[in-house]
């Protein structure tokens, strides 16, 4: 009692109105001031970060998703294409790849500028358009052996460089030895542009074909395919595992010295360089258990160590969450304490369990370093069908895009990354509503 009068008496004492509190009073506010806009400058700094890089890679790379088309009228010339009335199914899908269609291009060039007459002159002409293009001619004699001997017309896929000088990425205003075009070429273009037979349209072919060492055949189907199996591995391993983990540690562990190392150890693994994981995964799925390189499967298993610790300390947090009288109530009203765990605490705690484990599963989908160390950087043009196939996944893709030398590879990197950045949106977003679901429920 003799203390708090004392202080009570030594603040009545205080004049409040003084000069000196003023000044204090003052200077505490220029400080609150002070650090409220260090605070909003560091924010706004790290906005506009945010907004430069996105808008960069967004101002780059939405021209990926176009494509670049010249119309030509391409004479099915019986003598090139061969007699196929004769032939079965089997042997028409031998013989139509071996198809000469580079021939068909040049014929139908050749008929449209008569002038040219030159090998090199045709050759800058065939380079106009995309190697892919005969493919395009082979495909529409695959689906039709009626447009033998018929004149038709075709849109085909141009070369990189000319959609990159379509899209303005190449200027006309360089001199001719620094650029990919020659003025040639130029002239032709623009004869093709006053005709109207180039057009621009959206690039489906981006979606589903797979990697090529042309940029403008290069897509993402492969790269894409092979992220869902590597996920699809990472989840059924990490998942039950890490929640298995969770409700053993935070319900039925003993608490003892070698407990506490084990969630000492966990916590230290969650901040651990995810290339450190790569390293172990190279040398224990790969050297030690000779599982196939650059397959889903290894993949899947060394995501699968890194995201273990992310998930087992979201689901321990989540688990903690629940209150204490629940676990209570249960085993008051006769419950086992495994009753208890699997039909009241793991329940309530499964909307921070999922919101925790899609966000590890989204932070795998981003890695690039622990796979680069277990080979998944090779170049993969077909699509995998299983998990021990090779394949590669849209962060590698990326990787390898953007250390190509062509310019076509520098927007469907931007491309790439808008992709990959929607389905971690999309990750986190059902993250959200699954969180939102599971609460409304309870």
Not at 116 to 134: H, K, N, P
């Amino acid at each position: 009692m003799t203390d708090n009068s004392s202080d009570n008496l030594y603040i009545s004492k205080v004049d409040w109105n003084s000069k000196e509190q003023k000044d204090r009073l003052k200077k505490r506010y220029l400080i609150e001031r002070i650090f409220k806009g260090f605070a909003i400058a560091s924010l706004l700094s790290a906005l506009v970060a945010l907004f430069v890089v996105l808008a960069s890679v967004f101002i780059t790379g939405v021209s990926g998703f176009k494509e670049t088309r010249i119309t030509l009228d391409i004479n099915m010339d019986e003598r090139i294409v061969g007699d196929l009335s004769s032939m079965s199914d089997e042997e028409l899908r031998r013989h139509i790849p071996s198809i000469n269609a580079n021939q068909m291009i040049i014929n139908a060039l050749r008929e449209k500028f008569p002038n040219v007459t030159s090998r090199r002159e045709i050759f800058e002409m065939l380079r106009l358009f995309s190697v892919g293009a005969q493919t395009e001619i082979r495909n529409s004699l695959l689906n039709d052996h009626n447009l033998i001997g018929e004149t038709v017309t075709m849109n085909l896929k141009a070369s990189s460089d000319v959609d990159m000088l379509i899209k303005g990425k190449i200027s006309r205003e360089i001199i001719e030895g620094d650029r990919k075009i020659s003025d040639q070429q130029l002239q032709w273009i623009d004869q093709f542009i006053q005709e109207g037979k180039i057009i621009q349209g959206f690039n489906w072919s981006f979606f589903t074909s797979g990697d090529s060492r042309e940029p403008e055949l290069a897509g993402i189907w492969s790269a894409t395919v092979g992220s869902l199996l590597t996920l699809l591995v990472t989840f059924v391993i990490s998942f039950p595992v890490g929640v298995g983990s969770a409700i053993y540690l935070e319900e039925f562990a003993p608490r003892n010295r070698f407990t506490d190392l084990i969630e000492i150890n966990i916590n230290n693994l969650a901040a651990v360089p995810s290339i450190i994981f790569g390293l172990l995964g190279l040398a224990i799925f790969i050297n030690i258990m000779e599982l196939p390189r650059s397959a889903p499967l290894v993949g899947g298993l060394t995501l699968a160590l890194m995201t273990l610790p992310t998930i087992i300390i979201t689901a321990r947090a989540a688990i903690k969450a629940v209150p204490p009288s629940i676990k209570e109530a249960a085993i008051g009203l006769g419950a086992s304490k495994m009753q208890t765990v699997f039909h009241q605490v793991l329940p309530l705690s499964m909307p921070g369990i999922m919101t925790g484990s899609i966000i590890g599963m989204a932070q795998a989908l981003g890695e690039t370093a622990p796979l680069l160390m277990i080979g998944m950087v090779a170049f993969i043009v077909d699509t995998p069908s299983s998990i021990t196939e090779a394949a590669t996944v849209l962060p590698v893709q990326v990787f390898l895009w953007a250390d190509s030398p062509e310019r076509g590879f520098l927007e469907k990197t931007s491309a790439a990354i808008m992709v990959l950045l929607l389905f971690l949106i999309i990750m986190n977003s059902l993250a959200i509503w699954l969180r939102h679901r599971f609460e409304k429920k309870q």
